[in-house]
């Protein structure tokens, strides 16, 4: 059996949700729950990605103006090539 360790109430909301919304069957609502992390969880990834590459930046120094203009330059040249 798996455990997590959730806050008290976090798993108390949780163990409402289960008896209320899935007569108290905690399989369905973790195949649910497992099932909106795989539509949604990209997400925080990418938030998690997103702040990674600005810490790297900052720690780096910034980006210079002309590295934004380069790099959006290319990405438009890249959106016309391939009719986007």
């Known amino acids: ?5 959730l806050p008290t109430s976090v798993e108390k909301h949780f163990w409402q949700i289960v008896l209320d919304d ?7 609502a973790m ?3 497992l099932r909106l992390y795989d539509q949604h969880g990209w997400k925080e990834r990418l938030h998690d990605d997103v702040e990674s ?3 790297e930046v900052r720690r ?15 990405y ?3 959106q016309h090539s391939t009719g986007g």
């Open 1 to 5: 059996m798996i455990e997590i360790n």
């Open 22 to 28: 899935y007569s108290g069957d905690v399989l369905a």
């Open 31 to 33: 195949e649910v729950l």
């Open 53 to 55: 590459i600005r810490s």
């Open 60 to 74: 780096k120094g910034g980006v210079s103006s002309n590295d934004i203009n380069s790099a959006i330059e290319k």
């Open 76 to 78: 438009r040249k890249g």
